[in-house]
């Protein structure tokens, strides 16, 4: 099987800090050792775009084991460290290059290997040279390189391009059309440099009008460049190619501010998240609030084996498998106990108690240790969600967006005035999501009754005003699906979950009430239903099998093959994406044959902002389909993901302040 998207750039990433010398050619012995004439000691500098893609997915012992004994911010007082080289990791801009050729000048390293994350500019590229030569540092540049990293990978199949506004940037209409271009020229710098990671050509899909149709163009002939100057590129290779599917974030509005029953989903919207670092506040005494609260930070990381397992699992498992985990652990830290006289917390790898027959129960102490501490982890992210839960009403959010559509104008006014509390912003959600799937019809006599309820619990309404003006072309667009499964009762479950786990986390010294925090959650799993975004992947990566919405909604997207000589066309203005309907098409009208082509492989892509809900739910359709025979991957990305709060407040607000 092809190595994950993550596994992919961390190799590249590996040998860029190898001074871009493949690791296959480090000899095995020099590869154990941190630093060697093959791999000497070096500084890392970096900008904030480059530490936000090696942070997501190296960790510092990570950048050890690479020889890097320091790494530093490219903005940053650094200090002279002759004798050493560097690696620098940029954006090629005008400010970093100016600081570069600052740092040549004052001599603070040996030699400098200038990596670029995306490629430079000619005309940049050419004043950086005129700089160089007139300022005689030359000859401390040893590499330049354009790097195709320009991404940040969150999870194996996932990645983001983390440009925020990028949503009210294409739908607004007081946006210039230098903008709009410099935008779109951007993601697709970005989807390229996915693309060449991943190493294969794909086909694009794409609907016709709009950004995405836009930028499809442009990366079809950027990747037709590729394949030109490419020798071993031909359009015979018998590889199988996967599927590049582009569509904007309008197509379906609702992933991005729904309510989820699946761990992941829930991690990012009740908790602080930054790309892969999760910012907690716990109270410094539980049994002593007016003590405050102290700061805590998680890491999500690859060996993380605990949320890769249960990651896109629904809530109630998760909290059974927690409580199984730390018995296991138990068990296992007991073993080790009996064996050596004392606790795995009192033994340490310089301990003097060791002898020959302990060593095999010593040498599982790190594991151990590791264990613990993942679980641990969980546990206390477990403990605030479930916090988060009682006091959103989450679980009665998300029971009651299993049905929402169906609710009439009068039983969702008084949902809103009279249920769930004072919860303003998940009201918000709730309201927003109904408005964009009832098949009521609203008046301006309606809107403004739910505006004015929404109002008097406390909500900002500013977004509704956008939502409304695109409610008719957004409903043209989702695809309804039936659930292949009925919800389910768990009960049992969380039932016993919550009398075994309140002991369990005691002992991991977490809350001792935990029967207390459950009271009243309810306990359900979520239907199995595809969202828009899932059955229009299906339709085009398994069309015989799709429904006949999804195969209706695809019929007429565009068909673009950078290997195929037919397969383009013309790029018009940046300012008809803004139009869904009137763009003439530039890629070519799908024959049947193209239609019906079915792909094991698929990359799936939102132009203005994605969400854990929808990752989870193509990568829960692909483990589906996949149980039934043919092996499918889907590698998921957008121009940033988001919480629903974050998505509200950074792209639909300020667009329904310029709506009338």
Known sequence: MAPSLRDAQVASL???LNLNTPLAQVDLDDANEPSTPKNPWKVLVFDSRGRDIISSVLRVHDLRAAGITIHLHINTTRSPIPGVPVVYLIEPTAENLAILTSDLQR???????????????????EEFAAQTVASGTAEHIAQLFDQTLDYVCLDPDLFSLNMKGIFHTLQSALTADKDLENCMDRVVDGLYSVIA??????????PKGGAAEHISAKLDRKLRDLVLSSKTNSSSDQKARPVLIIVDRALDLTPLLSHSWIYQSLVYDVLDVDLTKINLRIPV????????????SYDLTASDYFWARNATLPFPNVAEDVTNEWNKYQED?????????????????????????LRGAMERLPELRERKATIEMHMQILEILMEGIKNRHLDRCFHIEEELSAKSKVQMLD????????????????????????????S???????????????AETTAVKYVKTVRQLTRMTMISSAPTQPAQSTSQLFGGFSGLSSRVFKDAKLSANLEGVLSGIKNFLPKNTDLTLTKITESLMDPSNAQNDAIRATENYLYYDPKSSTARGTIPAASQSRNQQNTVGRGIDATFGQRRQGFSEAIVFSVGGGSMDEYGNLQAWATRTSASGQNRRVVYGSTALYSANEFITKELTPLGKEST
């Not at 001599?107 to 590229?125: C, Q, S, T």
């Not at 990671?197 to 794409?206: A, L, N």
């Open 444 to 458: 301006r006599a309606d809107l403004d009754s739910f505006t004015q309820a929404l109002e008097a619990v406390g």
């Open 415 to 442: 949902l809103i005035k009279n249920d769930l509390g004072n919860n303003s912003v998940d009201k918000l959600r709730l309201f927003l999501q109904w408005l964009l799937t009832t098949e009521e019809d609203i």
């Open 197 to 206: 990671t991943m190493e294969s050509i794909p086909v694009i899909r794409c």
């Open 14 to 16: 590996k040998t860029l």
């Open 333 to 357: 830290a007991d073993k080790v106990t009996a064996k050596t006289g004392t606790s795995i917390e009192d033994l340490s790898g310089e301990s003097q108690q060791f002898a020959a027959h």
């Open 285 to 296: 005494d539980k049994n002593d609030p007016e003590k405050g609260t102290k700061k805590l």
């Open 107 to 125: 001599g603070l390293y040996e030699n400098a290997h200038v990596n670029f994350l995306g490629k430079i500019d000619r005309p940049l590229l």
